[in-house]
């Protein structure tokens, strides 16, 4: 598998973005929602929530992982962080010594996500397929005061089209413009968007016939629409490449990029160190 990265640096779009963007496919994903951190799956949710990979990561960064000064530490949101890529990107968030704010789509993953991840600051709940849960989980994040920084990475793949819509592209708009700008947002999109098509027909009448292509495509043009029209703060969209999570895997247990690689850039871009 080819891998190939873009990078659209801020100064030379002048829109204040950076998209990192790599290829490979993104497999359907297949999974309960509602798993335990151990019991019926392995540690973190192998098996369950989490690919044996996520969870073989989760324990690298338990074990690995050291905290920066207090000086250097954010106060951050991951959305969609109970499992796969966030639930990495908070955990090293974490053990790097920032305050992390989880999000869940409901309380036992809520539950989950507090036992695997222990020090959470807090975890917020909300469903993001119901676009009226959503604007309630803009209002309690909200009531929890400013973040430095949002990972929008909740996302859908392999479920009906309008989970996949509402999920991947009218979600991280609703909460984008109802939540009090962070300095950072980092938009999760998907090489998948080169051949989507923006169908903004769709979305003006509330029609739901998009793919995943579609909504990543939607999402990572609404990153740079954010750039453009909040000059302060910083806008990123990161596509991770196609790796081994639950929805990596959801085709079957192959995915050809690098998992730590599929995480830390939204753990670099968090931490705004350069
Ligand atoms: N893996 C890849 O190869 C790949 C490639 C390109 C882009 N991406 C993008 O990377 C991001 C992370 O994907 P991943 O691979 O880490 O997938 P994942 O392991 O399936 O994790 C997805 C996360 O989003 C949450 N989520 C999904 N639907 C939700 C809903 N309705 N309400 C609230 N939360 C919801 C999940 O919650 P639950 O744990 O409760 O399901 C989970 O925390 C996504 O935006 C995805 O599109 C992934």
Known sequence: MTRRTLLFSAAALGMGTLAACSTGQT??????GTGPASGGGGSFGAGDYNTQEVADELGYIQENVRPLP????????????????????AAHLLARGHRVVAHARNEQRAADVRRDLPGLEAVVTGDLKDLGETRRL????NDLGAFDVIVHNAGDYGVGNEEILNVNSPSPYL??????????SVYLTSDLHLGGDLKLGELREGGTDVTYGDSKLQILTFAMAVARRRPGPRVNAVAPGWVPTMMGFANGPYAPDDLRAGYQTQVWLAEGTE
């Open 27 to 32: 497999a359907s994903r297949a999974r309960t």
């Open 70 to 89: 207090s000086k250097d530490t954010r106060r951050v949101l991951v959305a969609g962080s109970t499992g796969g890529l966030g639930q990495l990107t």
């Open 138 to 141: 803009a209002a309690r994040i």
């Open 175 to 184: 909460l984008t413009s109802l939540v009090d700008p962070p300095r950072q």
